[in-house]
């Protein structure tokens, strides 16, 4: 187990992910990897501005992490193609694993249930 390392990611969700924080980002990422996450945080945020993301599981070693959340918002901006539907999903599963640099992430990988995120907001996948 590495504190360290959970603290970072519990850092990010609450500050970040929830709230929206993204000028923090240099707090979270090596350098390379801030307009990374913020391309791809930056959208996720403003499709669903509220969102919420609960910690399920943590698990990890001295240089790598890997979580389970549990994530909810409500469609109010544009995501993939659609419009805003101001539909809620809500529990999405996600799963992340990073690696670190000291205590900044330096990769980041993640699966997410999208088709039920889909379902859950009643779009179109295609």
Not at 48 to 64: L, Y
Not at 111 to 126: C, H, K, N, S, Y
């Amino acid at each position: 187990m590495n504190a360290a390392h959970e603290k970072v990611v519990l850092d990010l969700v609450r500050v970040v992910m929830v709230g929206g924080d993204l000028n923090d980002l240099e707090r979270f990422y090596v350098p390379r990897m801030v307009p990374v996450a913020r391309g791809w945080i930056e959208p996720f945020r403003a499709a669903f501005p509220d969102v919420d993301m609960t910690t399920v599981h943590m698990v990890s070693d001295e240089s790598a992490l890997a979580a389970r959340f549990r994530c909810s918002g409500t469609h109010l901006g544009p995501w993939r193609g659609h419009p805003p539907t101001g539909r809620r999903f809500e529990n999405v599963d996600e799963a992340y694993f990073f690696t670190f640099r000291g205590d900044l992430i330096e990769r980041a990988w993640g699966v997410e249930d999208t088709l039920d995120r889909f379902r859950q907001l009643r779009l179109d996948p295609r």
